[in-house]
């Protein structure tokens, strides 16, 4: 059972490039987030989706997309990167029906952007 | 709009003593509260939750947290550290079907 897979794990980027942040979960869950992670500031809420084909914004979105075409996948792209967007991204799933909260996690994409 | 503060980012302690990290919510609406805990290059985990029923959580590895209302708070419990137990622990609330709420975190270090 994999859970929820990240790729890539690492990620250098240059100054106006642009990537995509691969999420995908084999849980059927219906809810998927997007944090990021800085140090010492915990985890901002980037971007949601309740089900394929809804997304909502969280606390930190500008700078980013994101896409829910299938249940299974969510991705991240990141148009025009800037140093701000140096950090940790983590993407997580949960089930609507059980379990408020619990949230299970990627084991995160670390992204430099220089 | 919900809010958790965890206070303080670094919190040491010996091997044997008593872990206590400190956990206060802000919510307009009856929260629901989590500790998750993270470990080095690892994602988030659910260590434990409350979801208004037992104001005492019992979570894994002998963590236990309890919401006190009149506090607002949810601090983390555990009677005895292990060395095993050093890692970055986060509070987070929720109203239900909100996303998560996270803290800054607390980084918990162990002595040997």
């Known amino acids: 059972n994999a859970g929820v897979t990240q790729t890539p794990k690492f990620r250098i980027l240059k100054i106006g490039q642009s990537m995509t942040l691969q999420c995908a979960q084999d849980m059927n869950h219906n809810y998927m987030y997007w944090y990021r992670q800085d140090p010492g500031m915990g985890l901002k809420l980037i971007y949601y989706s309740v089900g394929a084909g809804i997304t909502d914004k969280g606390e930190v979105p500008n700078g980013y997309n994101v896409s829910r075409s299938t249940t299974e996948d969510f991705p991240l792209r990141l148009e025009l990167a800037a140093p701000s967007q140096t950090s940790v991204y983590f993407c997580?799933?949960?089930?609507?029906?059980?379990?408020?909260?619990?949230?299970?996690f990627g084991e995160g994409s670390r992204l430099t952007v220089l | 709009a919900q809010s958790v503060t965890q206070l303080g980012s670094h919190v040491s302690v010996s091997e044997g003593a008593l872990v206590l990290l400190r956990c206060n919510y802000s919510?307009?609406?009856?929260?629901?509260l989590f500790w998750y805990v993270q470990y080095p290059n690892q994602g988030l985990q659910l260590l434990l939750k409350?979801?208004?029923?037992?104001?005492l959580v019992k979570g894994i590895n002998d963590f236990e947290a309890e919401f006190k209302k009149s506090e607002t708070s949810f601090h983390l419990t555990k009677p005895s550290a292990h060395m095993s137990d050093a890692a970055e622990y986060f509070c987070a609330v929720s109203s239900g079907n909100t996303p998560l709420v996270f803290g800054k975190g607390t980084r918990l270090s162990v002595i040997a």
């Open positions: 409350y979801t208004s029923a037992a104001t």
């Open positions: 919510s307009s609406v009856p929260p629901y």
């Open positions: 997580a799933s949960r089930n609507r029906d059980r379990g408020i909260g619990e949230l299970f």
